[in-house]
T-cell receptor
């Protein structure tokens, strides 16, 4: 059973467009982390959201944690080719059952064309 | 500190051979995690240590897999009698909940190919 559903799985857009990636679950998480991964490399942490309703901004990236701490979104404004990569959401302590273990979504492969 | 390191970066082996991977976490991190990632999927949790104690193991971790963290610093993951289904990227991460909200920082991974 996939605890974290990430959508869309693939996204191909032109430079300058905006996009949103969604991460949904029926489980409550203590926190949720977003990572970006390049081919052949490990995931790189972008942000951690902890409080329900929290919004964090990282330059052109905006991250939101749902009020019930079950879902999250990543919005990129004016995408650039350098944003290309695999974006992963990961929840910590799903349902309060296992502190420390991250549960990952299946990822969104983003391609930004010049 | 240069972050989490993993060795080797790539390993090609024949079915039935044993392999061992090493992970060196960020020095002040007391938690260390192993994950496995196959193509087109997000990482899946295998096991984690707090200091030298192995606190949780996934059911994905069959009897052929064993992990150690003998002195609470580096960790090794051994796979015995490898099978083609073991081919994957093996990722190590570390964290220190006392410093941040259990943010996990990943190493570059070890890519295993079983022929």
């Amino acid at each position: 059973t996939q605890l974290l559903e990430q959508s869309p799985q693939f996204l191909s857009i032109q430079e300058g467009e905006n996009l949103t990636v969604y991460c949904n679950s029926s489980s409550v998480f203590s926190s949720l982390q977003w990572y970006r991964q390049e081919p052949g490399e490990g995931p790189v942490l972008l942000v951690t959201v902890v409080t329900g309703g929290e919004v964090k901004k990282l330059k052109r990236l905006t991250f939101q944690f749902g009020d019930a701490r079950k879902d999250s979104s990543l919005h990129i404004t004016a995408a650039q080719p350098g944003d290309t990569g695999l974006y992963l959401c990961a929840g910590d302590n799903a349902g309060g059952t296992s502190y420390g273990k991250l549960t990952f979504g299946q990822g969104t492969i983003l391609t930004v064309h010049p | 500190d240069t972050g989490v390191s993993q060795n080797p970066r790539h390993k090609i082996t024949k079915r039935g051979q044993n392999v061992t991977f090493r992970c060196d976490p960020i020095s002040e991190h007391n938690r260390l995690y192993w994950y496995r990632q196959t193509l087109g999927q997000g990482p899946e949790f295998l096991t984690y240590f707090q200091n030298e104690a192995q606190l949780e193991k996934s059911r994905l971790l069959s009897d052929r897999f064993s992990a150690e963290r003998p002195k609470g610093s580096f960790s090794t993951l051994e796979i015995q009698r490898t099978e083609q289904g073991d081919s994957a990227m093996y990722l190590c991460a570390s964290s220190n909940p006392g410093l941040s909200y259990n943010e996990q920082f990943f190493g570059p991974g070890t890519r295993l190919t079983v022929l």
